[in-house]
């Protein structure tokens, strides 16, 4: 994308750059959804994905860990709309925990080396 001209607000629109798409690959990729949670376990075909009433997905609050083995998730997509500090708090403590799962599972991919 890149931002066209300026509409009569003075905001500039962005478009599409043609033939610009690309592909990465990814051992990991971490999504950021919106304020209010869609069906997330049909989103991310996942039918066992544990949410709460409200939508929220649940985790294991020491681990930031859902109940499938290597997903995480934190803010409002577990908390509900709340505040952006607590958004940040829990991005910050999600990466920590990602980190250990990930350099956890490096070591016992060694080990059976």
Do not use: C, H
């Not at 690959?25 to 376990?41: Q, R, T």
């Not at 109940?67 to 991005?91: C, E, H, K």
Request: proline share 5%.
């Amino acid at each position: 994308m890149k931002l066209g001209k300026a509409d009569s607000s003075g905001r500039k629109k962005p478009e599409p750059i043609l033939n610009s798409d690309f592909e990465i690959k990814a051992d990991i990729v971490i999504k950021a959804l919106g304020f209010n949670p869609e069906d997330l376990p049909k989103l991310f075909s996942a039918p066992d994905l544990s949410v709460s009433t409200l939508g929220t997905i649940k985790i294991n609050l020491k681990t930031m860990q859902t109940n499938l083995p290597g997903v995480f998730a934190a803010g409002d997509i577990v908390r509900g709309a709340s505040l952006v500090v607590w958004a940040i708090r829990d991005g910050r403590e999600a990466t920590m925990q990602i980190k250990k799962y990930l350099e956890n599972k490096k070591q016992k991919d060694v080990e059976a080396a």
